[in-house]
């Protein structure tokens, strides 16, 4: 939670107001028992009524102030809690973009997610609670003992049994409450994780009949959520009336033993009333403190989970000094890669080497859980190499600006990503500024122009978040079509034709090697008609290159591409 406090830097005047004007606030309340006790003293017992109007009248001045105070206090709290909220979100938003795929898989989205929201809320509202507690309950606690002793310091030993017995309460509910806390924003998770694959997966849950299944599936989460939150209130609800039981048996001893002082000459009724308003003012800081003694695990435990993502250095980094390359050629060169994930048994890709020029289409094919998507990711680096380097244009990635090697790079991803806006804005996530003429250059290469033109918006037309008022292939198309307006000079296709028929299909790469002549094409693919016309086929296979060559070479050499060919070959392939 300490570290936390280091992001609250910038408002350190805002802090400084709250501070002064709790202090001052106090100030004003404290002084309020006292008047309350001359009123009594001197203008009762003396009938004194200009005296009994003079000094209420300053009670009511100090009680305005102390509101118009505490007003301040509650303005500024508010605007360094927001404040704070806004900031840390935005960091862990620009952190988390920096992150490879290894950090993003090491948390989790569902997560992430949680972390981003839930957890910055939860550190927000103590930071609020703190400004306006933690100031004023140890102003206030200090203010009333000193000023309750000042009135008579036998009665305030009435203190000494009191405040032992709530400082074991507090403790005793803390202890318990801290790992409760812990195990609510794990829960949190799991419940964020199971909602989001449901809603995301929706289609195949009816698909597949299984309604009832997730419904379960979530019930249980929520019920083990509700669980555990109701034993959280549970404590908090059981430690309430025992601190108000303590206040009130703290009170009748005063009562009692400011009456015997009293009988005996001791004290004066002003005195006692003064006294016990201090005394609330003592337990009610407490009180506060109690609060704020409880709420701060549950803070500490979503500080801890924030810090986490804060302090998990990205994998991938830029390197200090950019390396010069040769602008627009585009050659991509792989020399003994090696590349495991993170807990595997055994690499993924292992000795992956071979050239992909411009002008030409190299074509990566296998059987499924070959390593080939993964092969086609390290390219731009989303994953970071074991053994081996990748290097564009003979210099290698690793000491290239991530910004720089992925400006080279148009990448279509397997699962065609699409973000709710327009038809124009998807494709200029390619490039931002992209005329209307460009934009319908790679829609026409694309083969999406006939769809889009059919839509009474045409590219202004809506697309809904993950595209989900398109088909597979206009995704598809779509997604190809913003990787086109880019003009880069490396070409990234991973399984990016599975949607399109075989007719479609054969328009779209006649239409590529037009309008990408000069670049480097890598495309990743299941179907041997898509790979066919490609100059370079690697195949291959558990990881390793099994074969290089064209279609005709393979289909006589290769063992495993002509298992390939023969589990495909339906009239569309032939030998």
Known sequence: MLQMLKHLKPYKWQLTWVFLFSLAAILFE????????????????????????KTGGWMLLCSLMAILLMVGVSYFASRVSLGFGRDMRRKLFVH????????????????????????????????????????????MLAGGVLLAVSRDSQLSLVFLAALPVLALV???????????????????????????????????????????FERSRFNVANEDFCDTGIKVGKLMALMFPIMLIIMNFTNI????????????????????????QYAGMILMSLIMLSMAFIMIPRAQVSAKRLNEVLATNPMIQDPEKQATTNHGRGVVDFKGVTFRYEGAEKPVLEGISFTA?????????GSTGAGKSTLLQLIPRFYETDNGAILIDGVNVKDMQQSTLRGKI???????????????????????????????SALETAQAIEFVEKKEQGINSSIEQAGANLSGGQKQRLAI?????????IYLFDDSFSALDYKTDSKLRNALKTETSGATIIIVAQRVNTVKD???????????????????????????YQEIVASQENGEVSA
Do not use: C
């Not at 939860?122 to 004023?136: F, L, W």
């Not at 990787?483 to 000079?489: E, G, T």
């Open 357 to 365: 020029s411009p002008g030409e289409t190299t074509a990566i094919i």
């Open 96 to 139: 988390i973009e920096h992150f490879s795929l290894q950090e993003y898989e090491k948390f989790g989205s569902a997560s992430l997610i949680t972390r981003t929201t839930n957890d910055v809320k939860v550190v927000q509202d103590v930071i609020n609670m703190m400004q306006r507690m933690m100031t004023r309950a140890p102003l």
């Open 534 to 560: 490609a100059e370079k086929i690697i195949v291959l296979n558990e990881g390793e290159i099994v074969g290089i060559g064209t279609h005709e070479e393979l289909l006589k050499e290769n063992t495993i």
């Open 170 to 212: 507090i403790f005793i509910v803390a202890r318990k409450a801290i790992p409760l806390f812990s195990a609510l924003q794990k829960k949190t998770d799991r419940l964020t994780l199971i909602l989001r694959e449901v809603l995301t997966g929706i289609r195949v849950v009816r698909a597949f009949n299984r309604v009832e």
């Open 410 to 440: 148009g990448y279509v991803p397997q699962k065609a990503s699409l973000f709710s806006g327009t038809i124009a804005e998807n494709i200029r996530y390619g490039k931002e500024d992209a005329t209307e003429g460009e934009i319908y």
């Open 253 to 276: 001893a005063i009562v009692w033993f400011g009456a015997i002082r009293i009988d005996q000459g001791d004290m004066q009724v002003g005195n006692l009333m003064a006294f016990i």
């Open 30 to 53: 404290l002084y309020l028992p006292t008047l309350m006790a001359d009123i009594v003293d001197v203008g009762i017992v003396n009938q004194d009524v200009p005296f009994i109007l």
């Open 481 to 489: 079509a913003r990787a086109l307006v880019r003009k880069p000079a």
